[in-house]
């Protein structure tokens, strides 16, 4: 009986282990190409795909991020392929100005601001790339 309790207990904390965000930061240039994976290109040179979540898909794939610099927290799942940490963790962040921005979406017709690339929830007008401080609200 001890024995299965304690085999319980792994499986659990090895599960728990692989849904945890992840401790590596990837950071460089973001290179997008529709039709294909986001990839980050770091100082070394290094191609990195970047996977992540829905929402961070969504985000990965908006064009106006192209050539931004960005720092991406989560983890490798092979040598050159990164899970980025999920969306609600904040793991995608730009740089602009030499400090990390919150990459967020605004409409300026309706002052809606979304986390989401896409039309305003409201008037449907293509919203706005806008970085914003973390501290900002």
């Given at each position: 009986?001890?024995?299965?309790?304690?085999?319980?207990?792994?499986?659990?904390?090895?599960?728990?282990?692989?849904?945890?965000?992840?401790?590596?930061?990837?950071?460089?240039?973001?290179?997008?190409?529709?039709?294909?994976?986001a990839?980050?290109?770091?100082?070394?040179h290094?191609?990195?795909?970047?996977?992540?979540?829905?929402?961070?898909s969504?985000?990965l794939?908006?064009?106006?991020?192209?050539?931004?610099?960005?720092?991406?927290?989560?983890?490798?799942?092979?040598?050159?392929?990164?899970?980025i940490?999920?969306?609600h963790?904040?793991?995608?962040?730009?740089?602009k100005?030499?400090?990390?921005?919150?990459?967020?979406?605004?409409?300026?017709?309706?002052?809606i601001?979304?986390?989401?690339?896409?039309?305003?929830?409201c008037?449907?007008?293509?919203?706005?790339?806008?970085?914003?401080?973390?501290?900002?609200?």
């Amino acid at each position: 009986m001890r024995v299965c309790l304690w085999v319980a207990v792994l499986a659990g904390a090895a599960l728990w282990a692989v849904d945890a965000p992840g401790g590596a930061t990837v950071r460089g240039k973001l290179i997008l190409h529709p039709g294909n994976p986001a990839v980050v290109e770091t100082e070394d040179h290094r191609h990195i795909t970047l996977e992540g979540d829905e929402s961070t898909s969504k985000v990965l794939a908006d064009q106006r991020l192209n050539g931004f610099e960005v720092e991406a927290r989560g983890r490798f799942t092979a040598p050159e392929h990164f899970l980025i940490d999920p969306f609600h963790t904040r793991g995608l962040l730009a740089r602009k100005d030499g400090k990390l921005k919150l990459i967020t979406y605004y409409c300026d017709v309706c002052d809606i601001r979304s986390n989401l690339p896409g039309p305003c929830v409201c008037c449907q007008r293509e919203t706005t790339l806008e970085l914003r401080d973390p501290e900002q609200r």
